[in-house]
Every structure is written in C-alpha cells, then in structure tokens.
C-alpha cells in the first residue's frame, strides 16, 4: 500500500507493520539531498528510495509503488555522521570534569580512579546512554573504543548495550590503564568476534583498540607487531589513541620501518607529530581519527586539531567525540569547532602578507564527519554516502525550523546551523530509529533511573 506524509506517527506506524519485510520501500519525496557522493553531489527537489536495508535509488521522480511515502519537502537528508571514537563506558559521568586542564587530570580522575570500580552493568549504562545520545544526534555509526574490558563480562556488556540501540556500532576493545582487571585481553578479542561478529554483513564490527606508546599505562597496550599481529590473524583493524607529540612521532616512524602502517589503522588525535610521521602516514595510507574538541580543550599537546597537517600529507581525516566527562557529545559541536579553528589559523598565518588563506570549507567538515569518517574505521563501503548500494543511514532535517529558515546553503545549514532538535528522522540500516522528533523504543524515565543509580555507585564505590 502506498500512502503520504510527514515524519508522522502514522507514517511510522506503516513502516514498523512492515518492518519485517526484506524488501520494505520507503519512499522520501521532494527533499534537498545532500549526497556526500563526488558524483552526485548536491539534488534540489528529489527524492530517495530506501528498500530494505539499502540506499536502492537517489534522484527526481522516482516511482511510488508499494513504498510508504514520506513526504520530505522542507527538509535535508543527509548521511548519517560517523564517530570514530568515543570512550561510551564514561557518559553517566558526562561534565564531571568540565574544565579539565590537561591530559593527566583526566586519566588520574577517570582512568586511574571511576574505571576501576565499573561493574559490567556500568559498562552497559553507560555505553547504551552514549549510543542512543549519537543516534539522537544524527550519529548513525559510532565506533566505542572501550578501553576499560576488566572481564570478558565487561567486553559482552559493552557490544550489547550497542547491539540493544540498533546503532551500527564498532567495538574497539582494549584492556584497562590501571586496577586490577583478569587480564583477558587481547586473548578475548577471539571469543569477542566469534560470539558477537561472526559475518561481515552486520550492524556491528570488532576492533582492536591500542595506545600509541608505553608512557602512561605500559608496554601492554602499546601497539606494536605483536597486537599487529594479533589484529591481522582475527582480520580486524586497528585503532590506536593517544597518538601525541615526539613519543609518538618516533613510535609512527617505528611502525613504518616494521610494516605496521595502512589502511586498516586508524590513528586517533594525531597532534603535535613530526613532518616525517606525517609523511610516513600519507604514504601508507593509514587513517586518522581527529578529536576537535578535545585537542582544543583539554590542551593535547599543541592543542590545535592536526587538519593541515593531515591535509598535507593528503589524509582527509574522521572526527570523533572522545570524552564525554569534558565535551560536548554532538557531531555539530565538532564540525563547527574545526571548521572556525581551521579558518582562525590559515587567516593569521597570513595578515598582513597580502596571501590568501587556504580555508577548508563547510563541505569539507561535513565529508570528515560522514564518508571520510566511515573509511577512517574501516566501513567506507558501507555507509557514509547517500550512494545507490550503500546501507541506508540517513538523517533529516528540518530546514524550514526557526533556526534555519530559510534554505539558502544545504550543506551550510546542516554545518552551522542545525542541532539535535531540527532533526525529525534517523533511519540506520533502513530502520527508523528516531522518528518525529524522537529516539524510539526508549523508556526513558527507566534510563534515567538507570543512569541515576550507576554514576551514584560510581561516585561512592573508592578506587581499587
């Protein structure tokens, strides 16, 4: 049956009787699409057919046959945003710290002391609060470096909570930095992938997570050839934090002359690095996972964001969240920080000299928090576009709200103008997620609950 509307509870109702059907078509009519395909770029008054889990067709006029209808005019569909790296097990601590002065006030608070008292229930709670907040945000995929798996309960709660939201989750795993913990991993990463990731074609994906050098929490979690080889023989990629400054320059120019540099590692932060790491990243390909805000508040290393530099060595970066104690937990936030950092630096490098700055521009942030972001974590084929073939993970947002009337630039708006409130549907793999305004299958006043009693025990719980 065919049938027409908004983003309504009607509508909604249609595609959840549906929901079961391989083939479901769903229909988007006479939006402003904002691809984020090079070859399709920007369509004006078109539409979008969702059939199944799949971006089937993009473009004007397509046919109405058995699809539910969702009327879109007035509005801008989007890729979903991708995260490249959040530390989830953390929200139910959100702004406890919020102005941290540096790098080691945050590991001592955090690392050093809440981590070590988590219970795997905390690791739920606060992994699922942090999944349902991107998916309220627009973040369809988000990848979880989780970096506090004391058991292998810890590890099955945390893939769960982001198995439960239906958001395309990547599971980074990595042992904690302090307190007693079964010493699991990386041994665990097996039974991980076996039990939890056992096909390609799935929602959720298992990395391995890594730091970059041995200076705060040992030689354990530092990556090197044998957590390469770890990740190689499970066929996984790699994500690897911290990366800062001389130590970690001299570790980047140690995986070069080891072969341990590529595409399937991701280097997340990457501030502070020598020209010579920086051309040993852009010649091998790897990745690179920039924290905007975090570099700029918590003060990593030269605290700017490494933009030119990535861009130099030809790498076009991800954007991820990182820490919630301390930041903002919206893709926005960072688009608009490095959009604004960027342009502040390439502007003074050249008053007065009559040069023109080299600016990035509002396109480019919004391509590092979608496609850019999904092959920084390994799913560019997945998800990051709204290309025909590719899993529907979609946004759209009201363009014709108070705060971004009218439509003059889709992509400007969506950058500098939208936040969480002017998006009306999420769909993640085909499936409405958020819808009219709001999460679905969410009890909220019981997460809140939830929530409320986690960060208590965790404030009173002493560290071990």
């Not at 595609?15 to 699409?33: H, N, Q, V, Y």
């Not at 990595?174 to 010493?183: A, E, K, L, N, T």
């Amino acid at each position: 049956m065919t049938s027409s509307g908004t983003t309504s509870p009607a509508v909604l109702e249609q595609l959840r009787r549906r929901s079961a059907d391989p083939k479901r078509r769903i229909l988007f009519t006479g939006a402003t699409i904002v691809t984020m395909d090079r070859a399709l770029g920007v369509l004006h008054d078109a539409d979008l057919l969702v059939e199944g889990e799949t971006v089937s067709a993009v473009g004007p006029g397509l046919s109405r046959d058995g699809a539910v209808v969702v009327d879109a005019t007035g509005t801008i569909l989007t890729p979903g945003f991708v995260d490249t790296h959040r530390h989830a097990w953390e929200t139910q601590l959100r702004r406890i710290m919020p102005d941290v002065d540096d790098l080691g006030a945050y590991v001592m608070s955090t690392l050093a002391g809440h981590a070590t008292v988590y219970r795997p229930h905390d690791m739920y709670v606060g992994t699922r609060l942090a999944a349902l907040t991107a998916i309220d945000g627009g973040i369809t995929t988000m990848l979880d470096f989780s970096h506090n798996s004391r058991t292998p309960e810890h590890s099955d709660a945390a893939v769960q909570a982001l198995a439960d939201t239906g958001i395309r989750g990547v599971h980074a795993s990595m042992g904690p930095h302090f307190g007693d913990w079964s010493r699991q991993w990386p041994g665990d990463l097996a039974r991980l992938r076996d039990t939890y990731f056992a096909t390609d074609d799935q929602l959720l994906t298992l990395r391995l997570a890594a730091l970059a050098t041995d200076e705060i929490a040992g030689p354990a979690l530092a990556y090197g050839a044998a957590l390469a080889g770890t990740a190689r023989d499970l066929g996984i990629g790699v994500s690897v934090d911290a990366v800062l400054g001389a130590a970690s320059s001299e570790a980047v120019l140690g995986w070069a002359r080891d072969g341990l540099l590529g595409p399937d590692l991701s280097l997340i932060h990457a501030t502070g690095l020598t020209s010579e790491a920086w051309q040993a990243i852009g010649a091998s390909g790897t990745t690179i996972a920039l924290a905007p805000t975090s570099d700029a508040q918590i003060g990593l290393e030269t605290a700017v964001p490494a933009i030119d530099e990535a861009l130099s060595a030809g790498v076009r970066p991800g954007l991820s969240i990182d820490v919630e104690v301390a930041l903002a937990s919206d893709m926005f936030t960072q688009m608009r920080a490095l959009h604004a950092i960027q342009r502040m630096r390439a502007a003074g490098a050249v008053h007065g000299t009559g040069r023109q700055p080299d600016r990035i521009t509002t396109h480019d942030v919004l391509d590092f928090a979608t496609l850019q972001g999904a092959r920084t974590i390994g799913l560019g084929d997945v998800t990051g576009s709204l290309t025909p073939g590719k899993k529907a993970d979609l946004l759209a947002v009201r363009a014709e709200d108070l705060n971004n009337m009218p439509l003059n630039s889709p992509v400007g708006t969506v950058v500098l103008g939208a936040d969480a409130r002017n998006i009306s549907a999420v769909l993640i793999n085909g499936q409405p997620r958020k819808w009219d305004g709001t999460v679905l299958d969410v009890d909220v006043p019981a997460l809140r609950d939830e929530v409320h009693a986690s960060r208590e025990y965790l404030l009173r719980a002493p560290a071990v």
